[in-house]
């Protein structure tokens, strides 16, 4: 199988320099529905399975779940961050630093799924409360060295929830 179909089995994210009120929308059910998308993906998934990479070099699914849940914590907080401070500048992390350490690895990622369900709602809420004008606030990401508006946030986060659902519900490992 093509190698970057296995990276990213829904194509690479593509940011919409044009965002719509409809667009918004969009993101917002695809951000509500992923915790229990992820949910359906794993369901009556094996252990040996959920603990082997999605594809050769990759991190585990399991290592995913839990990346899943920092990334989105993270970027909730940052998105607040955004709203209610004048462009802060966040506090850049190694995901892959993250992904080794021991709790990354642990093979009960129920927490990790209940994470995701409660920062959803949260964010969710978040994003339904801020104005139109509002999705024009941005941070400043050092690593990036450059300012980022929430509607990249919103549609960046949006695809990466479904990306890497996608890459744990494949059936292809190693």
Known sequence: MDLEKLKFPIGRFSLNTEFSEEDIDSCLVSLSDLPNKLQ???DGVSDELMQSPYRTGAWTRN????HLADTHINAYS???MAYTDKTPAVTPYDQNLWSELPDAGD???GASVDILHGIHYRWNRFWESI???DFKKEYFHPD???KVPLTEVLQYFSWHGEHHTAQIGSLWSQ
């Not at 290592?63 to 839990?66: C, N, W």
């Open 40 to 42: 359906l993906a794993i």
């Open 63 to 66: 290592q995913v779940v839990h």
């Open 78 to 80: 940052r998105c607040k």
């Open 107 to 109: 093979v009960n990622i």
């Open 131 to 133: 104005d139109l004008k």
């Open 144 to 146: 990036f060295e450059r």
